[in-house]
């Protein structure tokens, strides 16, 4: 078998690594290679301890212990991760994968593919060098996918905008600032060398996010003096568009942002990009009847389904109401006022409580909660 990755991000590089690592002729083609992607380059606990090489590598990256939540009604609260993240800059991260997949001996074409077409066999690749033939292709394109007959199909309401700034300063802490209005938020990532100062937001024009988070930026005293804006495209599928969405057919699977495949919530697309390239190499090497029916089975059965139900909370949790106030208020109030749901939170940061099952358990602990946060009122008083 001979296998075309059109793609080096995360997603690419992961499935090409288990590729080769397993013998078969692997090839990613990427204009690009390894490049500086603005937001994210967060892995959760989920993912490296899942993929421990991610802790293990000399990498330079930041160890993060510490997330401080703020919302419009809310003073802020630091809550203390048991579970650090862990930030690379998508540089550093997209060299350590490409270089695994370079070992385990797949070949790494620096070319863009202008297209990609059928033949009796498997595929033939048009790129800037030549043509290429395989037998099966993997799609690592991202949410920019070029190839339009392939990959999710993305309409306006199936993506959220990402921009910000790098900003020249130094930090240990992650800062969350949920805003009024918003189905997004603002972030401070720390990476080494700089901070990732962003907003994410869906249903809103680029043009206003960037306002709100310059208002942002003034108001914490952070310089956008010699700091570089950038801004990113990202899927956060509806509700309807996951049980259509095109993540595989014949001879092809789409991996990473390519499918669709980011948290509809949160925005985090690492662990689901790195996780559907396991996925992808697992349909291929496990010689099923029928490799895509196969992939499309374990998306959902390892975390499609989930994601799903996230996309069905994402507008009770920026846009809802609870006990009189903002859901997001009250997420920082609870935070701060209840170990019991300090203990939720530390759960959803560190990547292991799935969104369903969330409403039970917060349910579940919600009398006591309220006790905890009635008691520490008190103490406060």
Request: glycine content about 10%; hydrophobic content about 40%.
């Given at each position: 078998?001979?296998?075309?990755?059109?793609?080096?991000?995360?997603?690419?590089?992961?499935?090409?690594?288990?590729?080769?690592?397993?013998?078969?002729s692997?090839?990613?083609?990427?204009?690009?290679?390894?490049w500086?992607k603005?937001?994210?380059?967060?892995?959760?606990?989920?993912?490296?301890?899942?993929?421990?090489?991610?802790?293990?590598?000399?990498?330079?990256?930041k160890v993060?212990h510490e997330?401080?939540?703020?919302a419009?009604?809310s003073?802020?609260?630091?809550?203390?991760?048991?579970?650090?993240?862990?930030?690379?800059s998508r540089?550093?991260?997209?060299?350590?994968?490409l270089?695994?997949?370079?070992?385990a001996?797949?070949?790494?074409?620096?070319?863009r593919v202008?297209?990609?077409?059928?033949?009796?066999?498997?595929?033939?690749?048009?790129?800037?060098?030549g043509?290429?033939?395989?037998?099966?292709?993997?799609?690592?394109?991202?949410?920019r996918?070029?190839?339009?007959?392939?990959?999710?199909?993305?309409?306006?309401?199936?993506?959220?905008?990402?921009?910000?700034?790098?900003v020249?300063a130094?930090?240990?802490?992650?800062?969350?600032?949920?805003?009024?209005?918003l189905?997004?938020?603002?972030w401070?990532?720390p990476?080494c060398g700089?901070?990732s100062v962003?907003?994410?937001g869906k249903?809103?024009p680029?043009?206003?996010?960037?306002?709100?988070?310059?208002?942002?930026?003034?108001?914490?005293?952070?310089?956008?003096?010699d700091?570089?804006f950038?801004?990113?495209?990202?899927p956060?599928?509806?509700?309807?568009?996951?049980?259509r969405?095109?993540?595989?057919?014949?001879g092809?699977?789409?991996?990473?942002?390519?499918?669709?495949?980011?948290?509809?919530?949160?925005?985090?697309?690492l662990?689901?990009?790195?996780?559907s390239g396991?996925?992808?190499a697992?349909?291929?090497?496990?010689?099923?009847?029928d490799?895509?029916?196969?992939?499309?089975?374990?998306?959902?059965?390892?975390?499609?389904a989930?994601?799903?139900?996230g996309?069905r909370l994402?507008p009770r949790?920026?846009?809802g109401?609870f006990l009189?106030?903002a859901?997001?208020?009250?997420?920082?109030q609870?935070?701060?006022?209840?170990?019991?749901?300090?203990?939720?939170?530390?759960?959803?940061?560190?990547?292991?409580?799935p969104?369903?099952?969330l409403?039970?358990?917060?349910?579940?602990?919600?009398?006591?909660?309220?006790?905890?946060?009635?008691?520490?009122?008190?103490?406060a008083?």
């Amino acid at each position: 078998m001979k296998v075309a990755i059109l793609g080096g991000g995360p997603s690419g590089a992961f499935a090409a690594a288990r590729l080769a690592a397993a013998g078969v002729s692997t090839t990613v083609f990427d204009e690009k290679l390894a490049w500086e992607k603005p937001c994210g380059g967060g892995l959760t606990w989920k993912a490296y301890s899942q993929y421990p090489f991610l802790a293990e590598s000399a990498a330079p990256r930041k160890v993060v212990h510490e997330t401080v939540l703020a919302a419009p009604r809310s003073k802020p609260v630091t809550l203390r991760l048991d579970q650090p993240l862990l930030i690379y800059s998508r540089f550093d991260l997209n060299g350590l994968l490409l270089s695994r997949a370079e070992q385990a001996g797949a070949q790494i074409e620096k070319t863009r593919v202008l297209g990609i077409d059928r033949n009796p066999t498997g595929w033939t690749l048009r790129t800037k060098g030549g043509t290429f033939d395989a037998d099966r292709c993997i799609l690592a394109t991202g949410a920019r996918n070029p190839l339009r007959g392939y990959g999710t199909e993305l309409t306006p309401a199936d993506t959220m905008s990402a921009l910000g700034y790098y900003v020249p300063a130094d930090r240990e802490r992650i800062d969350i600032q949920f805003l009024p209005g918003l189905e997004g938020y603002i972030w401070v990532f720390p990476r080494c060398g700089h901070l990732s100062v962003g907003i994410c937001g869906k249903g809103e024009p680029a043009s206003l996010l960037r306002v709100r988070l310059e208002k942002y930026m003034d108001e914490q005293g952070i310089p956008r003096r010699d700091a570089t804006f950038y801004s990113h495209l990202l899927p956060a599928l509806d509700t309807p568009a996951w049980q259509r969405n095109r993540v595989a057919g014949d001879g092809w699977l789409a991996v990473g942002d390519a499918a669709g495949l980011v948290d509809p919530i949160t925005g985090e697309g690492l662990y689901y990009a790195m996780r559907s390239g396991d996925l992808a190499a697992d349909a291929l090497l496990g010689s099923p009847a029928d490799p895509a029916a196969e992939y499309r089975k374990n998306l959902r059965r390892d975390f499609v389904a989930d994601l799903e139900f996230g996309s069905r909370l994402a507008p009770r949790i920026f846009h809802g109401r609870f006990l009189l106030g903002a859901v997001t208020d009250r997420m920082v109030q609870f935070t701060r006022l209840s170990p019991k749901f300090r203990h939720i939170m530390q759960d959803l940061f560190a990547g292991t409580q799935p969104y369903i099952g969330l409403k039970r358990r917060l349910m579940r602990n919600l009398n006591g909660s309220l006790v905890e946060i009635v008691s520490n009122l008190g103490r406060a008083a």
